[in-house]
Structures are given as C-alpha cells and as structure tokens.
C-alpha cells in the first residue's frame, strides 16, 4: 500500500494550496480518509476526515469554513483545499486511510499513511 502526498509548498497569508494524496495498493473507496498534520515542536493533528463514499466529512474547529476536503474514488485520490491559509498552518501535511472507521480517522485509528508534504505560510 502506497499513499503519495503532494501539493505542499510556500504560500503567502491568505494564499491557497490544493493537496493531493494518491493511493496504491488498497481498494480506495473501503477506506475513509483523513489528512493530519504537524508543526513544528507540536504533536500530530487531525484536520479533517472523509467518509468512504465522500458524503461525510469532519473538520477540526482550527480549519472549518476554510479547508475542503474531497475524494474521487476513480482515481483514488484525496485532496485538501486550503484557501484563506495562515501562518500557523504551516506544517507538514499528512494523509491516512482507515479500513474501520465509517468516517472520521484518528492517529490511533489510521492504518495507513503517506509519507508527508510541507506547507509552509509566510505572513
């Protein structure tokens, strides 16, 4: 299983960026995704999660109403839409997938991860 994360880069105070993270190796549309990230010094947090058919998604507080979660599951890929980004969402951007949970994945429940794409917002 493979979970390729791009899409990161330097991006200016109120910019925005559009993260893709492209599967391999796993039947995409059994597994619910979620994208995490970690700044750094700070431990690892969700941001947001998807359901396994895309109707459902979760957002932390820190992102609602800014980021977007989507999947397409002809190409197995899940993406993140950060627009109205700001410096403190600078950080390495992790996504996951999780074969058990119906919608929001957690560190604990995530089977799978990619390897990380950095974001970093300049003010």
């Known amino acids: 299983v493979q979970l390729q994360a791009s899409g990161g880069g330097l991006v200016q105070a109120g910019g925005s960026l559009r993260l893709s993270c492209a599967s391999s190796?796993?039947?995409?549309?059994?597994?619910?995704m979620g994208w995490f990230r970690q700044a750094p010094g700070k431990e690892r947090e969700s941001v947001a999660s998807?359901?396994?058919?895309?109707?459902?998604?979760y957002y932390a507080d820190s992102v609602k109403g800014r980021f977007t979660i989507s999947r397409d599951n002809a190409k197995n890929t899940v993406y993140l839409q950060m627009d109205s980004l700001k410096p403190e969402d600078t950080a390495v951007y992790y996504c996951?997938?999780?074969?058990?949970?119906?919608?929001?994945?957690?560190?604990?429940?995530?089977?799978?991860w990619g390897q990380g794409t950095l974001v970093t917002v300049s003010s």
């Open positions: 996951a997938a999780d074969g058990e949970t119906l919608l929001r994945v957690t560190m604990q429940s995530a089977g799978y």
């Open positions: 190796g796993l039947t995409f549309s059994r597994y619910a």
């Open positions: 998807i359901s396994r058919s895309g109707t459902i998604t």
